[in-house]
């Protein structure tokens, strides 16, 4: 349960960061560097095991990727209009990851 609510949490702050990021300058900033590469690893990790366990279809370990490099392209100084919507799905997923592993009970 907390290592689902770390990871909803985290999805949250991507999103968080990424939807800032059309507001303000976030390029040459060591945090969402660290961020861009926690989401980068995440989303690999997420749809590697995904595919050995035989699902292809793993949308939200997909997202992760994508935020890893929105995150690494805010980072260098691009940032683009339609970054704040995929922050805002970002958020909604970790508000679901937060949620479902509470709900789901697990300890």
Do not use: C, Q, R
Request: charge should be negative; avoid cysteine.
């Amino acid at each position: 349960m907390v290592f689902v609510g770390i990871l909803g949490i985290l999805d949250m702050i991507f999103g968080a960061v990424l939807a800032a990021s059309t507001f303000a300058d976030m390029a040459s900033n060591g945090w969402v560097l660290i961020f861009a590469i926690i989401a980068l690893i995440k989303g690999i990790y997420s749809v590697v095991a995904a595919a050995a366990a035989g699902f292809y279809l793993d949308v939200l370990g997909w997202l992760d990727l994508l935020a890893g490099l929105l995150l690494l392209l805010a980072y260098w100084g691009f940032a683009f209009p339609f970054f704040l919507y995929i922050g805002i799905l970002l958020i909604l997923k970790g508000l679901y990851s937060f949620f479902v592993g509470f709900i789901s009970g697990e300890h």
